[in-house]
């Protein structure tokens, strides 16, 4: 048996993961990040193996300058990111909301960007680590505290003991349930059903969103007047959507979106994964921390998800960072990032939970409210300001 002592060990290196380990390249602490499916291409080598991944992320400017701090955001290919330079939002009754970057004074709202290359970009500048263990392909067997430290025995027969364990596994979390936190799943009954096509005109790097009878329709910009949708609507319509033909497929999601691009044409096949939010309670224990989609859950309605895993790695290495005598393990530490993180966590949350909501019900009285609340914010220019800065975070 070959056992690791380290200081910290990270479960799961998806992008949250794999960006807190860069993130401690210069704490001083020593590291051991833990992924069974780790990515196997290359940089170079994804590009060449798909036109796009079904898998799309928007990524706040706060976002891309934190993954840019990493080293990871540069090695991006620059044809391969969609700059959101405005959103059009319709409601279902001829409301519109426009949110424009030239008229807040932002080069860009949002980056759209492709799952693996964020992660392989990672992955290349934590094998150049010197403080990081990578054990990839081995998952955990059993994990437990005492004392002061943790025990994890990986599937290969080895032992990694740690002062603070980060649970960064996703929103079934295998580390969050050896450590009995509660968390409380509420499924929406929706999913968010995904695909990408070419359009036949020109996006002009506009994101838009439809909130409609079936669902919620989102067209995010790539580039070559190539889109990324994201439709998260009822189980009937997703099998619906899923067993269409890519020619009907197409016709249909351009005729949801008012043909406002024209033709089009898949050209990543659709695939579906289920919709819920997730409440974490408690997001830290002695030696124990949550972030990403181990610590909470949102509807990706604001396409929020990865940044706000982000920001919890920002502040978690922030307080890590500036730990001074402590032990990175140490609850009174980990509380600090607990109280950093809890009020952007419930308002995101709270948020995307009540637009959900409020676009579902059939009430017409309700309808009618949600559509003039839409065009009295259009209205409304420091409102809409002030929503843009909240989302460059």
């Not at 991944?53 to 706060?62: K, L, M, Q, T, V």
């Not at 998800?305 to 290495?317: E, F, I, K, T």
């Not at 500036?322 to 980990?334: P, Q, V, Y």
Request: glycine fraction near 8%.
């Amino acid at each position: 048996m070959v056992t690791h002592n380290v200081d910290v060990v990270i479960v799961g290196a998806g992008i949250v993961g794999a960006a807190l380990a860069v993130s401690l390249r210069q704490s001083g602490l020593a590291l051991a990040l833990v992924e069974p499916n780790p990515p196997a291409l290359s940089l170079q080598e994804a590009a060449d193996a798909a036109p796009w991944d079904s898998r799309i992320y928007a990524f706040s400017p706060g976002s891309a300058r934190l993954l840019a701090q990493l080293g990871a955001w540069q090695q991006l290919d620059a044809t391969r990111l969609g700059a959101v330079h405005a959103m059009d939002v319709r409601g279902d009754q001829g409301a519109r909301l426009v949110l424009d970057a030239y008229e807040a004074g932002v080069p860009e709202l949002a980056w759209i960007a492709e799952s693996s290359q964020i992660q392989n970009a990672l992955w290349r500048v934590m094998q150049q680590q010197d403080n990081l263990q990578i054990h990839s392909g081995v998952t955990g067997i059993s994990l437990g505290w005492t004392g002061e430290q943790s025990r994890l025995e990986l599937s290969d027969g080895s032992v990694i003991n740690a002062s603070l364990v980060v649970a960064a596994d996703g929103r079934p979390s295998w580390v969050r349930q050896q450590a009995r936190l509660e968390a409380r799943r509420s499924d929406y009954h929706q999913s968010g059903v995904v695909a990408n096509f070419v359009c036949e005109h020109a996006h002009r790097q506009i994101a838009r969103q439809w909130f409609r009878q079936d669902g919620i329709l989102a067209w995010l910009p790539l580039p070559d007047n190539v889109v990324s949708m994201v439709w998260s609507t009822d189980a009937t319509h997703t099998a619906e959507l899923l067993a269409l033909p890519a020619a009907e497929l197409a016709e249909r999601v351009a005729a949801a979106g008012e043909h406002a691009l024209g033709d089009m044409r898949v050209v990543t096949p659709a695939a579906a994964f289920p919709l819920s939010i997730l409440r974490v309670p408690v997001t830290v224990a002695p030696g124990l921390a949550l972030i990403g989609d181990a610590a909470h859950g949102v509807h990706p309605l604001s396409g929020q998800g990865v940044n706000l895993g982000l920001r919890d790695v920002a502040a978690l290495s922030a307080v890590l960072l500036a730990r001074g005598e402590a032990g990175c393990g140490e609850l009174t530490l980990l509380k600090r990032f607990e109280r950093a993180r809890r009020g952007d966590v419930l308002a995101m949350q709270a948020v995307t939970d009540t637009l959900h909501k409020l676009f579902r019900t059939q009430n017409p009285w309700v309808a009618a409210m949600r559509n003039m609340g839409m065009d009295l914010l259009q209205r409304i220019e420091p409102l809409k300001s002030r929503m843009i800065r909240q989302a460059l975070i």
